[in-house]
Protein backbone atom coordinates (compact mmCIF):
# COMPACT_ATOMS: atom_id res chain seq x y z
CA UNK A 1 0.00 0.00 0.00
CA UNK A 2 2.54 2.39 1.04
CA UNK A 3 4.94 1.57 -2.20
CA UNK A 4 1.58 1.70 -4.35
CA UNK A 5 0.53 5.05 -2.90
CA UNK A 6 4.37 6.80 -3.45
CA UNK A 7 4.83 5.74 -6.84
CA UNK A 8 1.60 6.66 -8.32
CA UNK A 9 2.24 9.91 -6.84
CA UNK A 10 5.52 10.77 -7.77
CA UNK A 11 4.35 9.61 -11.49
CA UNK A 12 2.04 12.46 -11.43
CA UNK A 13 4.19 14.74 -9.83
CA UNK A 14 7.49 14.26 -12.69
CA UNK A 15 4.85 14.11 -15.09
CA UNK A 16 4.12 17.83 -14.15
CA UNK A 17 7.32 18.61 -13.79
CA UNK A 18 8.79 16.82 -17.19
CA UNK A 19 5.91 16.85 -19.40
CA UNK A 20 4.31 20.48 -18.40
CA UNK A 21 3.07 21.16 -21.64
CA UNK A 22 1.24 17.80 -22.17
CA UNK A 23 0.52 18.28 -18.18
CA UNK A 24 -1.51 21.36 -19.03
CA UNK A 25 -3.44 20.28 -21.60
CA UNK A 26 -4.33 17.04 -20.14
CA UNK A 27 -5.63 18.94 -16.91
CA UNK A 28 -7.15 21.31 -18.81
CA UNK A 29 -9.50 19.14 -20.99
CA UNK A 30 -10.15 16.91 -18.44
CA UNK A 31 -11.17 20.14 -16.11
CA UNK A 32 -13.65 20.85 -18.78
CA UNK A 33 -15.38 17.02 -19.09
CA UNK A 34 -15.65 17.35 -15.36
CA UNK A 35 -17.13 20.76 -15.24
CA UNK A 36 -19.73 19.55 -17.84
CA UNK A 37 -20.94 16.34 -16.88
CA UNK A 38 -20.55 16.49 -13.42
CA UNK A 39 -20.38 19.91 -11.86
CA UNK A 40 -24.68 18.30 -10.84
CA UNK A 41 -22.70 15.31 -9.00
CA UNK A 42 -20.39 17.66 -6.60
CA UNK A 43 -23.75 19.94 -5.87
CA UNK A 44 -26.38 17.14 -4.70
CA UNK A 45 -23.53 15.39 -3.06
CA UNK A 46 -22.59 18.25 -0.77
CA UNK A 47 -26.65 19.16 -0.18
CA UNK A 48 -26.70 15.17 1.15
CA UNK A 49 -23.74 15.47 3.26
CA UNK A 50 -25.39 18.38 5.40
CA UNK A 51 -29.04 16.91 5.90
CA UNK A 52 -27.16 13.34 6.87
CA UNK A 53 -25.58 15.43 9.54
CA UNK A 54 -28.73 17.47 10.62
CA UNK A 55 -30.65 14.07 10.87
CA UNK A 56 -28.32 11.68 12.95
CA UNK A 57 -27.47 14.64 15.04
CA UNK A 58 -31.12 15.44 16.18
CA UNK A 59 -32.55 11.80 16.09
CA UNK A 60 -32.01 8.75 18.09
CA UNK A 61 -29.05 7.99 16.69
CA UNK A 62 -27.10 11.03 18.16
CA UNK A 63 -27.10 9.26 21.79
CA UNK A 64 -24.46 6.36 20.60
CA UNK A 65 -21.02 6.57 21.86
CA UNK A 66 -18.11 7.19 19.45
CA UNK A 67 -16.30 4.09 21.93
CA UNK A 68 -17.52 1.83 25.15
CA UNK A 69 -20.67 3.19 26.91
CA UNK A 70 -18.73 4.38 29.14
CA UNK A 71 -15.78 5.93 27.10
CA UNK A 72 -14.82 9.60 28.22
CA UNK A 73 -13.71 12.17 25.57
CA UNK A 74 -9.38 11.79 25.23
CA UNK A 75 -9.03 15.56 24.76
CA UNK A 76 -11.03 18.66 26.39
CA UNK A 77 -13.09 20.85 25.03
CA UNK A 78 -10.71 23.67 24.46
CA UNK A 79 -8.28 21.73 22.90
CA UNK A 80 -10.88 19.36 20.56
CA UNK A 81 -11.86 22.40 18.93
CA UNK A 82 -8.41 24.00 18.74
CA UNK A 83 -6.82 21.32 16.86
CA UNK A 84 -10.36 20.46 14.65
CA UNK A 85 -10.47 24.09 13.24
CA UNK A 86 -6.74 24.54 12.88
CA UNK A 87 -6.87 21.22 10.60
CA UNK A 88 -10.45 21.77 8.92
CA UNK A 89 -9.69 25.39 6.60
CA UNK A 90 -6.92 27.72 8.58
CA UNK A 91 -4.89 28.66 5.73
CA UNK A 92 -8.27 28.63 3.74
CA UNK A 93 -9.30 31.07 5.79
CA UNK A 94 -6.36 33.47 6.03
CA UNK A 95 -6.23 33.09 2.07
CA UNK A 96 -9.59 34.03 1.32
CA UNK A 97 -10.95 35.48 4.49
CA UNK A 98 -10.50 39.44 2.87
CA UNK A 99 -10.14 38.19 -0.57
CA UNK A 100 -13.62 36.00 -1.13
CA UNK A 101 -16.29 38.84 0.23
CA UNK A 102 -13.97 41.48 -1.66
CA UNK A 103 -14.22 39.41 -4.76
CA UNK A 104 -17.40 39.05 -4.59
CA UNK A 105 -18.18 42.64 -4.07
CA UNK A 106 -16.74 43.65 -6.97
CA UNK A 107 -17.97 41.05 -9.33
CA UNK A 108 -20.76 39.21 -7.87
CA UNK A 109 -21.92 36.00 -9.08
CA UNK A 110 -23.47 36.06 -12.28
CA UNK A 111 -26.53 34.08 -11.74
CA UNK A 112 -27.52 36.76 -8.69
CA UNK A 113 -28.16 39.72 -10.96
CA UNK A 114 -26.92 42.32 -8.18
CA UNK A 115 -25.10 44.98 -9.12
CA UNK A 116 -21.59 45.75 -8.43
CA UNK A 117 -19.98 47.55 -5.75
CA UNK A 118 -23.59 48.20 -4.38
CA UNK A 119 -24.84 47.30 -1.22
CA UNK A 120 -26.66 44.38 -2.26
CA UNK A 121 -23.36 43.31 -3.81
CA UNK A 122 -21.87 43.38 -0.07
CA UNK A 123 -24.48 41.64 1.66
CA UNK A 124 -24.20 38.35 -1.50
CA UNK A 125 -20.35 38.52 -1.11
CA UNK A 126 -20.77 37.34 2.61
CA UNK A 127 -23.62 35.06 2.18
CA UNK A 128 -21.75 33.10 -0.69
CA UNK A 129 -18.29 32.96 1.91
CA UNK A 130 -20.79 31.54 4.34
CA UNK A 131 -22.34 29.25 1.61
CA UNK A 132 -18.51 28.25 0.85
CA UNK A 133 -16.80 28.10 4.15
CA UNK A 134 -19.53 27.35 7.22
CA UNK A 135 -22.35 24.58 7.20
CA UNK A 136 -22.05 22.14 4.16
CA UNK A 137 -17.58 21.78 4.11
CA UNK A 138 -17.96 21.00 7.84
CA UNK A 139 -21.14 18.40 7.14
CA UNK A 140 -18.71 16.62 4.54
CA UNK A 141 -16.04 16.48 7.52
CA UNK A 142 -18.24 15.81 10.15
CA UNK A 143 -20.07 12.48 8.15
CA UNK A 144 -16.51 11.62 7.24
CA UNK A 145 -14.96 12.11 10.48
CA UNK A 146 -18.51 10.07 12.24
CA UNK A 147 -18.43 7.17 9.85
CA UNK A 148 -14.53 6.63 10.68
CA UNK A 149 -15.01 7.36 14.45
CA UNK A 150 -17.30 4.89 14.68
CA UNK A 151 -15.69 2.18 12.73
CA UNK A 152 -12.27 2.98 15.00
CA UNK A 153 -13.85 3.28 18.25
CA UNK A 154 -17.22 1.81 18.40
CA UNK A 155 -16.10 -1.70 16.43
CA UNK A 156 -12.62 -1.92 17.04
CA UNK A 157 -11.60 -1.79 13.40
CA UNK A 158 -8.90 0.35 12.64
CA UNK A 159 -8.03 4.03 11.35
CA UNK A 160 -8.54 3.41 7.91
CA UNK A 161 -11.32 4.68 5.22
CA UNK A 162 -12.35 0.91 4.11
CA UNK A 163 -12.70 -0.41 7.99
CA UNK A 164 -16.12 2.23 7.35
CA UNK A 165 -17.12 -0.08 4.21
CA UNK A 166 -17.59 -3.45 6.46
CA UNK A 167 -21.07 -3.23 6.23
CA UNK A 168 -20.72 -2.86 2.50
CA UNK A 169 -18.70 -5.15 1.82
CA UNK A 170 -17.71 -7.22 4.60
CA UNK A 171 -14.82 -7.72 6.66
CA UNK A 172 -13.21 -10.13 4.35
CA UNK A 173 -13.36 -7.47 0.91
CA UNK A 174 -13.12 -4.42 3.29
CA UNK A 175 -9.69 -5.88 4.22
CA UNK A 176 -9.11 -6.98 0.82
CA UNK A 177 -8.50 -5.22 -2.68
CA UNK A 178 -11.52 -3.75 -2.92
CA UNK A 179 -10.12 -1.92 0.62
CA UNK A 180 -7.67 -1.32 -0.35
CA UNK A 181 -8.71 0.69 -3.41
CA UNK A 182 -10.57 2.63 -1.19
CA UNK A 183 -7.48 3.80 0.92
CA UNK A 184 -5.82 4.54 -1.94
CA UNK A 185 -8.69 6.85 -3.12
CA UNK A 186 -8.32 8.55 0.15
CA UNK A 187 -4.50 9.15 0.05
CA UNK A 188 -4.94 10.86 -2.83
CA UNK A 189 -7.41 13.27 -2.50
CA UNK A 190 -5.52 13.92 1.26
CA UNK A 191 -2.04 14.23 -0.99
CA UNK A 192 -3.38 16.59 -3.75
CA UNK A 193 -6.29 18.76 -1.22
CA UNK A 194 -3.50 19.05 1.24
CA UNK A 195 -1.38 20.22 -1.66
CA UNK A 196 -3.43 22.80 -2.60
CA UNK A 197 -3.71 24.28 1.12
CA UNK A 198 0.31 24.14 1.36
CA UNK A 199 0.24 25.79 -1.69
CA UNK A 200 -1.88 28.36 -0.78
CA UNK A 201 0.17 28.99 2.83
CA UNK A 202 3.00 29.57 0.50
CA UNK A 203 1.94 31.84 -1.86
CA UNK A 204 0.56 34.18 1.27
CA UNK A 205 3.87 34.16 3.30
CA UNK A 206 5.35 34.87 0.11
CA UNK A 207 3.73 37.66 -0.48
CA UNK A 208 3.64 38.93 3.50
CA UNK A 209 7.49 38.32 3.14
CA UNK A 210 7.26 41.52 0.08
CA UNK A 211 5.02 43.65 2.58
CA UNK A 212 6.89 43.95 5.21
CA UNK A 213 10.59 42.76 4.60
CA UNK A 214 10.68 43.89 1.08
CA UNK A 215 11.53 40.57 -0.44
CA UNK A 216 10.39 39.52 -3.84
CA UNK A 217 7.34 37.35 -4.13
CA UNK A 218 8.21 35.36 -6.64
CA UNK A 219 8.53 31.56 -7.53
CA UNK A 220 12.37 31.12 -5.67
CA UNK A 221 10.55 33.03 -1.99
CA UNK A 222 7.62 30.50 -2.73
CA UNK A 223 9.44 27.46 -2.98
CA UNK A 224 12.07 28.66 0.01
CA UNK A 225 9.00 29.01 2.34
CA UNK A 226 7.83 25.43 1.81
CA UNK A 227 11.17 23.98 2.16
CA UNK A 228 11.54 26.00 5.37
CA UNK A 229 8.27 25.30 6.42
CA UNK A 230 8.20 21.48 5.49
CA UNK A 231 11.83 21.44 7.78
CA UNK A 232 9.53 23.00 10.64
CA UNK A 233 6.51 19.92 10.02
CA UNK A 234 9.17 17.33 10.50
CA UNK A 235 10.29 19.00 13.85
CA UNK A 236 7.05 18.95 14.97
CA UNK A 237 5.81 15.46 13.56
CA UNK A 238 8.97 13.80 15.91
CA UNK A 239 7.32 15.32 19.03
CA UNK A 240 4.11 13.22 18.32
CA UNK A 241 0.40 14.72 18.60
CA UNK A 242 0.20 14.94 21.76
CA UNK A 243 2.48 17.76 21.79
CA UNK A 244 3.83 19.59 18.39
CA UNK A 245 -0.03 19.41 16.74
CA UNK A 246 -1.62 20.06 20.36
CA UNK A 247 0.51 23.30 21.08
CA UNK A 248 0.84 24.53 18.01
CA UNK A 249 -3.21 24.62 16.82
CA UNK A 250 -3.81 26.23 20.70
CA UNK A 251 -1.27 29.00 19.11
CA UNK A 252 -2.94 29.65 15.59
CA UNK A 253 -6.29 29.62 17.32
CA UNK A 254 -4.94 32.45 20.10
CA UNK A 255 -3.04 34.02 17.16
CA UNK A 256 -6.26 34.32 15.23
CA UNK A 257 -8.52 34.93 17.76
CA UNK A 258 -5.94 38.17 18.71
CA UNK A 259 -5.66 39.30 15.45
CA UNK A 260 -9.38 39.30 14.75
CA UNK A 261 -10.22 41.16 17.98
CA UNK A 262 -7.82 43.88 16.84
CA UNK A 263 -9.36 44.08 13.57
CA UNK A 264 -12.85 44.35 15.69
CA UNK A 265 -11.97 47.14 17.82
CA UNK A 266 -9.65 48.88 15.19
CA UNK A 267 -11.99 48.73 12.28
CA UNK A 268 -15.53 49.34 11.89
CA UNK A 269 -16.75 48.14 15.02
CA UNK A 270 -20.78 49.05 14.42
CA UNK A 271 -20.16 47.89 10.86
CA UNK A 272 -19.13 44.37 11.47
CA UNK A 273 -21.64 44.01 14.46
CA UNK A 274 -24.55 44.92 12.08
CA UNK A 275 -23.33 42.87 9.14
CA UNK A 276 -23.26 39.97 11.42
CA UNK A 277 -26.91 39.34 11.81
CA UNK A 278 -28.21 40.44 8.36
CA UNK A 279 -25.38 38.14 6.77
CA UNK A 280 -26.45 34.96 8.78
CA UNK A 281 -30.08 36.09 8.06
CA UNK A 282 -29.39 36.28 4.35
CA UNK A 283 -27.26 33.20 4.32
CA UNK A 284 -29.85 31.44 5.60
CA UNK A 285 -32.72 32.60 3.34
CA UNK A 286 -30.79 32.05 0.07
CA UNK A 287 -29.22 28.23 1.23
CA UNK A 288 -31.48 26.43 -0.63
CA UNK A 289 -31.24 28.35 -4.09
CA UNK A 290 -27.49 28.93 -3.31
CA UNK A 291 -27.06 25.34 -2.35
CA UNK A 292 -28.84 23.89 -5.38
CA UNK A 293 -27.98 25.56 -8.27
CA UNK A 294 -26.38 23.87 -10.55
CA UNK A 295 -24.93 24.75 -14.61
CA UNK A 296 -28.01 24.34 -15.84
CA UNK A 297 -28.95 27.91 -16.01
CA UNK A 298 -25.75 30.00 -14.71
CA UNK A 299 -22.13 30.14 -15.73
CA UNK A 300 -20.02 26.97 -15.90
CA UNK A 301 -16.77 28.52 -14.95
CA UNK A 302 -17.99 30.65 -12.14
CA UNK A 303 -19.15 27.69 -10.81
CA UNK A 304 -15.53 25.54 -11.41
CA UNK A 305 -13.85 28.61 -10.06
CA UNK A 306 -15.67 28.87 -6.75
CA UNK A 307 -18.44 26.61 -5.46
CA UNK A 308 -17.46 23.09 -7.50
CA UNK A 309 -13.52 23.83 -6.58
CA UNK A 310 -14.71 24.42 -3.07
CA UNK A 311 -17.11 20.96 -3.08
CA UNK A 312 -14.16 19.17 -4.62
CA UNK A 313 -11.18 20.62 -2.01
CA UNK A 314 -13.53 19.64 0.82
CA UNK A 315 -14.18 16.34 -0.01
CA UNK A 316 -10.30 16.05 -0.77
CA UNK A 317 -9.49 17.26 2.56
CA UNK A 318 -12.69 14.99 4.05
CA UNK A 319 -10.33 11.47 4.33
CA UNK A 320 -7.36 13.52 6.04
CA UNK A 321 -9.80 16.04 8.48
CA UNK A 322 -11.96 13.38 8.84
CA UNK A 323 -9.98 10.85 9.77
CA UNK A 324 -8.30 13.35 11.71
CA UNK A 325 -10.85 14.70 13.70
CA UNK A 326 -12.28 10.98 14.39
CA UNK A 327 -8.73 10.52 16.09
CA UNK A 328 -9.24 13.26 18.67
CA UNK A 329 -12.86 11.98 19.11
CA UNK A 330 -12.87 9.18 20.91
CA UNK A 331 -15.39 9.17 23.90
CA UNK A 332 -17.75 11.27 22.67
CA UNK A 333 -21.32 11.03 21.49
CA UNK A 334 -22.86 11.55 17.94
CA UNK A 335 -24.77 14.06 18.91
CA UNK A 336 -22.30 16.04 20.78
CA UNK A 337 -19.63 14.97 17.72
CA UNK A 338 -21.94 16.45 15.17
CA UNK A 339 -23.06 19.64 16.88
CA UNK A 340 -19.71 20.39 17.97
CA UNK A 341 -18.49 19.60 14.32
CA UNK A 342 -21.25 21.87 12.17
CA UNK A 343 -21.71 24.42 14.38
CA UNK A 344 -18.56 25.61 16.50
CA UNK A 345 -15.99 26.23 13.50
CA UNK A 346 -19.23 27.35 11.15
CA UNK A 347 -19.76 29.98 14.19
CA UNK A 348 -16.03 31.26 14.56
CA UNK A 349 -15.96 31.48 10.80
CA UNK A 350 -18.94 33.53 10.58
CA UNK A 351 -17.33 35.88 12.93
CA UNK A 352 -14.19 35.71 11.10
CA UNK A 353 -15.60 36.48 7.81
CA UNK A 354 -17.74 39.25 9.28
CA UNK A 355 -14.81 40.79 10.88
CA UNK A 356 -12.07 40.59 8.63
CA UNK A 357 -14.20 40.50 5.23
CA UNK A 358 -16.32 43.08 6.44
CA UNK A 359 -13.70 45.30 7.36
CA UNK A 360 -12.42 45.30 4.16
CA UNK A 361 -15.51 45.78 2.34
CA UNK A 362 -16.60 48.68 4.07
CA UNK A 363 -13.34 50.40 3.97
CA UNK A 364 -13.50 49.96 -0.11
CA UNK A 365 -17.10 50.80 -0.51
CA UNK A 366 -16.55 54.08 1.86
CA UNK A 367 -13.66 55.11 -0.21
CA UNK A 368 -10.74 54.95 2.88
CA UNK A 369 -8.77 52.27 1.49
CA UNK A 370 -8.46 51.08 -2.81
CA UNK A 371 -8.37 47.46 -2.07
CA UNK A 372 -9.43 46.58 -5.29
CA UNK A 373 -5.74 46.42 -6.97
CA UNK A 374 -4.42 44.06 -4.08
CA UNK A 375 -7.79 41.81 -5.32
CA UNK A 376 -6.76 42.10 -9.11
CA UNK A 377 -2.85 41.00 -7.62
CA UNK A 378 -4.60 37.94 -5.92
CA UNK A 379 -6.59 36.61 -2.88
CA UNK A 380 -3.10 36.35 -1.13
CA UNK A 381 -2.61 40.30 -1.04
CA UNK A 382 -5.89 41.44 -0.20
CA UNK A 383 -5.28 40.55 3.80
CA UNK A 384 -2.40 42.29 4.11
CA UNK A 385 -3.66 45.23 1.97
CA UNK A 386 -6.59 45.43 4.41
CA UNK A 387 -4.34 45.68 7.29
CA UNK A 388 -1.93 47.79 5.81
CA UNK A 389 -4.66 50.09 5.67
CA UNK A 390 -5.20 50.06 9.51
CA UNK A 391 -3.01 51.61 12.17
CA UNK A 392 0.15 49.19 12.87
CA UNK A 393 -0.04 47.70 9.86
CA UNK A 394 3.30 45.97 9.80
CA UNK A 395 2.84 44.22 12.79
CA UNK A 396 -0.30 43.02 12.45
CA UNK A 397 0.94 41.44 9.07
CA UNK A 398 3.63 40.18 10.31
CA UNK A 399 1.08 38.43 12.84
CA UNK A 400 -0.90 37.11 10.20
CA UNK A 401 2.19 35.89 8.66
CA UNK A 402 3.21 34.09 11.56
CA UNK A 403 -0.14 32.47 11.82
CA UNK A 404 0.04 31.28 7.85
CA UNK A 405 3.22 29.68 8.92
CA UNK A 406 1.56 28.15 12.00
CA UNK A 407 -1.12 26.58 10.04
CA UNK A 408 1.06 25.39 7.51
CA UNK A 409 3.13 23.02 9.46
CA UNK A 410 -0.40 21.79 11.57
CA UNK A 411 -1.75 21.24 8.36
CA UNK A 412 1.04 19.11 6.52
CA UNK A 413 1.27 17.36 10.53
CA UNK A 414 -1.76 16.39 10.48
CA UNK A 415 -2.41 15.48 6.94
CA UNK A 416 0.86 13.38 7.16
CA UNK A 417 -0.09 11.75 10.24
CA UNK A 418 -3.34 10.49 8.37
CA UNK A 419 -1.73 9.44 5.73
CA UNK A 420 0.56 7.23 7.35
CA UNK A 421 -2.68 6.03 9.48
CA UNK A 422 -4.14 4.93 6.09
CA UNK A 423 -1.08 2.77 4.98
CA UNK A 424 -0.38 1.46 7.90
CA UNK A 425 -3.62 -0.80 8.50
CA UNK A 426 -4.96 2.06 10.70
CA UNK A 427 -2.43 2.62 13.21
CA UNK A 428 -3.53 5.79 15.78
CA UNK A 429 0.37 5.69 15.63
CA UNK A 430 1.60 4.90 12.78
CA UNK A 431 5.68 5.32 12.32
CA UNK A 432 7.44 8.52 12.46
CA UNK A 433 9.63 7.71 9.06
CA UNK A 434 6.67 7.17 7.20
CA UNK A 435 4.27 10.48 8.68
CA UNK A 436 7.62 12.57 7.64
CA UNK A 437 7.73 10.36 4.22
CA UNK A 438 4.05 11.64 3.19
CA UNK A 439 4.82 15.05 4.31
CA UNK A 440 7.54 15.63 2.40
CA UNK A 441 5.90 14.29 -0.78
CA UNK A 442 3.34 16.72 -0.01
CA UNK A 443 4.95 19.35 0.14
CA UNK A 444 7.03 18.13 -3.16
CA UNK A 445 3.43 18.21 -5.08
CA UNK A 446 2.94 21.60 -3.52
CA UNK A 447 5.82 22.73 -5.26
CA UNK A 448 5.52 21.11 -8.24
CA UNK A 449 1.99 22.67 -8.75
CA UNK A 450 3.13 25.96 -8.25
CA UNK A 451 5.59 26.07 -10.72
CA UNK A 452 3.97 24.40 -13.31
CA UNK A 453 0.56 26.72 -13.09
CA UNK A 454 0.22 28.37 -10.05
CA UNK A 455 -3.30 28.53 -8.02
CA UNK A 456 -5.11 27.00 -11.07
CA UNK A 457 -3.19 24.03 -11.24
CA UNK A 458 -3.88 23.45 -7.90
CA UNK A 459 -7.39 23.97 -8.13
CA UNK A 460 -7.50 22.21 -11.18
CA UNK A 461 -5.55 18.98 -9.67
CA UNK A 462 -7.95 19.27 -6.39
CA UNK A 463 -11.67 18.87 -8.65
CA UNK A 464 -9.91 16.33 -10.93
CA UNK A 465 -8.65 14.00 -7.68
CA UNK A 466 -12.04 14.59 -6.04
CA UNK A 467 -14.40 13.44 -8.55
CA UNK A 468 -13.80 9.57 -8.07
CA UNK A 469 -13.90 10.06 -4.25
CA UNK A 470 -17.47 11.86 -4.78
CA UNK A 471 -19.02 8.09 -4.93
CA UNK A 472 -16.90 6.77 -2.09
CA UNK A 473 -17.96 9.50 -0.26
CA UNK A 474 -22.28 8.36 -1.04
CA UNK A 475 -21.33 4.91 -0.69
CA UNK A 476 -19.54 5.87 3.07
CA UNK A 477 -23.02 7.75 3.85
CA UNK A 478 -25.19 4.71 2.87
CA UNK A 479 -22.70 2.00 4.91
CA UNK A 480 -22.48 4.58 8.38
CA UNK A 481 -26.71 4.56 8.33
CA UNK A 482 -26.84 0.81 7.73
CA UNK A 483 -24.77 0.13 10.73
CA UNK A 484 -26.15 3.08 12.94
CA UNK A 485 -29.80 1.32 12.12
CA UNK A 486 -28.58 -1.88 14.00
CA UNK A 487 -26.35 -0.21 17.02
CA UNK A 488 -28.24 -0.98 20.36
CA UNK A 489 -27.01 2.30 21.53
CA UNK A 490 -29.60 3.78 19.47
CA UNK A 491 -32.14 2.70 22.22
CA UNK A 492 -34.92 1.45 19.24
CA UNK A 493 -37.89 2.49 20.71
CA UNK A 494 -40.80 0.59 19.23
CA UNK A 495 -43.99 1.81 18.90
CA UNK A 496 -46.00 -0.09 21.56
CA UNK A 497 -49.91 0.63 20.17
CA UNK A 498 -49.18 -0.57 17.02
CA UNK A 499 -47.42 -3.53 18.57
CA UNK A 500 -49.74 -3.92 20.92
CA UNK A 501 -52.56 -4.19 17.90
CA UNK A 502 -50.40 -6.71 16.17
CA UNK A 503 -50.35 -8.59 18.95
CA UNK A 504 -54.10 -8.48 19.67
CA UNK A 505 -54.80 -9.30 15.84
CA UNK A 506 -52.66 -12.14 15.41
CA UNK A 507 -54.28 -13.86 18.86
CA UNK A 508 -57.67 -13.29 17.69
CA UNK A 509 -56.41 -15.19 14.42
CA UNK A 510 -55.47 -18.21 16.09
CA UNK A 511 -57.76 -18.45 18.68
CA UNK A 512 -61.03 -18.43 15.63
CA UNK A 513 -59.01 -21.27 13.87
CA UNK A 514 -58.51 -22.67 17.28
CA UNK A 515 -62.06 -22.69 17.58
CA UNK A 516 -62.71 -23.29 14.40
CA UNK A 517 -61.31 -26.96 14.01
CA UNK A 518 -63.75 -28.43 16.96
CA UNK A 519 -66.67 -26.59 15.84
CA UNK A 520 -66.64 -28.05 12.33
CA UNK A 521 -66.02 -31.33 13.73
CA UNK A 522 -69.19 -31.31 15.84
CA UNK A 523 -71.21 -29.90 12.45
CA UNK A 524 -69.79 -33.20 10.83
CA UNK A 525 -70.87 -35.79 13.45
CA UNK A 526 -74.06 -34.35 13.69
CA UNK A 527 -74.86 -33.76 10.36
CA UNK A 528 -73.74 -38.30 10.22
CA UNK A 529 -75.98 -38.73 13.11
CA UNK A 530 -78.82 -37.04 11.71
CA UNK A 531 -79.02 -39.02 8.57
CA UNK A 532 -78.44 -42.35 10.42
CA UNK A 533 -81.47 -41.30 12.73
CA UNK A 534 -79.94 -41.07 15.88
CA UNK A 535 -81.88 -38.39 18.45
CA UNK A 536 -79.43 -37.39 20.52
CA UNK A 537 -76.50 -35.10 18.33
CA UNK A 538 -74.72 -35.38 21.82
CA UNK A 539 -73.37 -38.64 23.15
CA UNK A 540 -71.01 -39.71 26.26
CA UNK A 541 -68.28 -39.85 23.43
CA UNK A 542 -68.93 -35.60 22.98
CA UNK A 543 -68.91 -34.80 26.72
CA UNK A 544 -65.95 -34.06 28.67
CA UNK A 545 -66.37 -34.67 32.67
CA UNK A 546 -68.88 -33.26 34.73
CA UNK A 547 -70.71 -33.64 31.38
CA UNK A 548 -69.72 -30.01 29.82
CA UNK A 549 -69.02 -30.48 26.07
CA UNK A 550 -65.48 -30.89 25.11
Sequence with gaps: MVVIGFTAVLVLVLWAWLGEESFDSASSTSLSWVLDNFGWLFVVAADVFLVLCLVLAFSRFG??????????????????????????????????????????????????????????????????????????????????????????????????????????????????????????LAVFATVFGTATSLGLGALQVAEGLNLTAGVAADRATQ??????????????????????????????????????????????????????????????????????????????????????????????????????????????????????????????????????????????????????????????????????????????????MVLVMTYFITSADSAALVMGSLTSRGALHPPTWLVVGWGVLMATVAAVLLVVGGLDSLQTATILVALPFVVVMLCLCWALLKELREDPGAGLVRHPALHGLRDVVRTMVGDAVTEQAPARHHRLRRAARARSGAEDDTGPDDRGPGGTET
Design 223 to 400: LTVIVVLSAAFVLSAFSGLHRGVKWLSTLNITLAAVLMVFVFLIGPTVYILDSIPASVGGYLEDLLPMATRTGAFSDHTWLGAWTIFYWAWWLSWAPFVGTFIARISHGRTVREFLVGVLLVPSGATVVWFCVMGGSALRLQSTGSADLAGAVREGAEASLFAMLDALPLGTLTSFVA
Design 63 to 184: RIRLGRDDSEPEFGNLAWIAMMFSAGMGIGLMFYGVGEPLTHYLTPPPATGVRAESAEAARTAMEYSFFHWTLTPWAIYGITGLALAYAGFRKGRGNRMSAAFVPLLGARRADSWPGRLIDL
